[in-house]
């Protein structure tokens, strides 16, 4: 499996390192791959998409590199499950949940709703496994 993410201060990272921990505890392996070190064709050969990008802008994906590459794989991943995931600050979690109704306006189904955490994940955030632990038997 493949995660791809995008964080400016670490905190999505964190939330990424700990969902391919609970992959790995659920029996599969997952890759955690910076946005941008991703080519579109990256999830050509998985039935999983699994994306994290904190609230930024106002309350939009990150513009630069995030927000493009869901431009590219937009039009591949059609009937594929998907999991996002993504840390936020002061807002409502108003971006995961329009990230959410673009993915299934593409055509994915998504594995579980969209793992919000509000800055930097615990060390050993249950949530960001559990999240790993749901996707490995997905
Ligand atoms: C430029 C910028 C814009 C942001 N916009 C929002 C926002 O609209 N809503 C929100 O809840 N948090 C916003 N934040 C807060 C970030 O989502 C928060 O700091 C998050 O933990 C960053 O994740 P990262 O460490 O993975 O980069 C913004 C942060 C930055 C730097």
Do not use: H
Not at 49 to 54: H, K, Q, R, Y
Not at 83 to 101: H, N
């Amino acid at each position: 499996m493949k995660i791809v993410y995008y964080s400016a201060s670490g905190n999505t990272e964190k939330m990424a390192n700990l969902i391919a921990e609970g992959i790995a505890n659920g029996g599969k392996n997952a890759e955690v791959i910076n946005v941008s070190n991703a080519n579109a064709d990256i999830f050509d050969n998985e039935e999983i998409v699994i994306l994290g990008c904190p609230a930024m802008g106002d309350e939009v994906l990150e513009e630069n590199e995030f927000e493009p590459f869901i431009e590219e794989i937009s039009s591949k991943i059609s009937g594929k499950k998907v999991a996002l995931f993504g840390s936020y600050g002061w807002g409502d979690g108003q971006w995961m949940r329009d990230w959410q109704e673009r993915m299934e306006s593409l055509g994915c189904t998504l594995i579980d709703d969209g793992l919000i955490i509000q800055y930097e994940p615990e060390d050993n955030s249950s949530e960001c496994i559990e999240l790993g632990m749901t996707i490995a038997k997905a």
